[in-house]
């Protein structure tokens, strides 16, 4: 199976599970993950996998998971790739 390359998705493209509901909304594409932020009152920010994508249509992501599975996959975090360890690998020296 190959896996859509989610880089042409763009932010504010609506994002919908694999039973056709809307999840949220893209704020924004990580290296290997799209940032979706769910709607309402109660709103929270998603890192949903390349993995996790089913199809890509213009202004349209489908995702291969139940909204109602979300929650429980542990992507209420951004992925390691796109947060600092804070082990001073990587830092970049300005100086």
Do not use: C
């Amino acid at each position: 199976m190959n896996m859509p390359d989610i880089h042409g998705i763009q932010p504010g493209w609506e994002v919908w599970d694999s039973q056709g509901e809307k999840v949220g909304d893209v704020v924004s594409i990580e290296s290997n993950s799209v940032h979706v932020k769910t709607g309402g009152i109660f709103s929270k920010d998603y890192y949903i996998p390349a993995s996790a994508v089913d199809d890509i249509e213009e202004h349209r992501v489908e995702l291969s998971v139940a909204k109602s599975d979300i929650g429980s996959q542990g992507w209420d975090k951004p992925p390691a790739d796109t947060v600092s360890s804070g082990t001073g690998a990587g830092t970049t020296d300005q100086g």
